[in-house]
């Protein structure tokens, strides 16, 4: 199953429980990417994610399944070409955007479950993950999506 995870060192802690909280309901081997940014937007800094501490979640994740792997993908410069300037001052932190980016990362794979890091799960979500999107247009409305905010 392929999950992704976007945010700055704040997230850490809530990486952690929501990750900690699938290895808890899923046995198949978990491919987990984490975007993140480090960057200067303004005034205001932003610090990502070291990949020290990703290291730390995957010796966890391999533990309880050797194939799986947790994945530090910094899209700095992808973020700072492309600044999404219409909801850059709102209340939405930066890195809430960057999801956003999705389809622009080729590495990632085709079919990807995105996971706000305060989300914990309660059960498995496989019959969720693995439901036919065959003629469900999700990249249009992502690229919609894109339009919208930049």
């Given at each position: 199953?392929?999950?992704?995870?976007?945010?700055?060192?704040?997230?850490?802690?809530?990486?952690?429980?929501?990750?900690?909280?699938?290895?808890?309901?899923?046995?198949?081997?978990?491919?987990i990417y984490v975007f993140?940014?480090?960057?200067?937007?303004?005034k205001k800094e932003i610090?990502?994610?070291?990949?020290?501490?990703?290291?730390?979640?995957?010796?966890?994740?391999?533990?309880?399944?050797?194939?799986?792997?947790?994945?530090?993908?910094?899209?700095?410069?992808?973020?700072?070409?492309?600044?999404?300037?219409?909801?850059?001052?709102?209340?939405?932190?930066?890195?809430?955007?960057?999801?956003?980016?999705?389809?622009?990362?080729?590495?990632?794979?085709?079919?990807?479950?995105?996971?706000?890091?305060?989300?914990?799960?309660?059960?498995?979500?496989?019959?969720?993950?693995?439901?036919?999107?065959?003629?469900?247009?999700?990249?249009?409305?992502?690229?919609?999506?894109?339009?919208?905010?930049?």
């Amino acid at each position: 199953m392929n999950i992704l995870y976007c945010g700055d060192k704040n997230i850490k802690m809530g990486l952690y429980i929501s990750i900690i909280s699938l290895l808890n309901h899923i046995e198949e081997p978990l491919n987990i990417y984490v975007f993140t940014v480090n960057t200067k937007i303004g005034k205001k800094e932003i610090e990502g994610l070291k990949l020290k501490d990703i290291e730390k979640i995957d010796k966890k994740v391999k533990e309880k399944n050797a194939e799986s792997f947790v994945k530090l993908i910094d899209i700095t410069k992808l973020f700072e070409e492309n600044l999404p300037k219409l909801n850059i001052n709102t209340r939405f932190t930066p890195c809430c955007m960057l999801r956003l980016y999705a389809y622009e990362v080729k590495m990632l794979p085709d079919r990807i479950l995105y996971l706000d890091n305060d989300v914990v799960c309660r059960k498995d979500p496989s019959e969720f993950y693995y439901q036919d999107i065959d003629n469900i247009e999700i990249v249009r409305k992502l690229r919609l999506l894109w339009k919208m905010v930049f």
